[in-house]
């Protein structure tokens, strides 16, 4: 398994640009799916993004598809979410996950379904109106 500590929340206004960081330490040669999900008050926690172990596939929730981007770097064993046009809505703990997989190719249902064995302890997004 790997620890994962996710930086970069804050306040935003609706509009506005944030970029979670998400980095990994400990079994960190393994291949790993990485995702990013959140969770607002009083809902259930949400997928929100995904990327295979080579970074060539990537996956988004009809919600942030087109506004959200992500990306990793193994070198650096970091995943980025950039969040553009950040709607109130958007607002919540955001949380980094990871799990082995070699696999390149996902379904999005799969990936929100899926029970990853690794979590970070979430950073908070707020976006004003």
């Known amino acids: 398994q790997v620890q994962l500590v996710e930086s970069g929340g804050g306040l935003v206004q609706a509009g506005g640009s944030l970029t979670l960081s998400c980095v990994a330490s400990g079994r960190t040669d393994a291949r790993y799916v990485m995702g990013w999900f959140r969770q607002a008050p009083g809902k259930e926690r949400e997928f929100v993004a995904a990327?295979?172990?080579?970074?060539?596939?990537?996956y988004y929730s009809d919600s942030v598809k087109g506004r959200f981007t992500i990306s990793r770097d193994n070198a650096k064993n970091t995943v980025l979410l950039r969040m553009n046009s950040l709607k109130p809505e958007d607002t919540a703990v955001y949380s980094c996950a990871a799990d082995q997989s070699p696999t390149e190719y996902f379904t999005v249902i799969a990936l929100a379904r899926r029970q990853f064995s690794s979590w970070g302890q979430g950073t908070q997004v707020t976006v004003s109106s």
């Open positions: 990327i295979s172990w080579s970074g060539l596939s990537t």
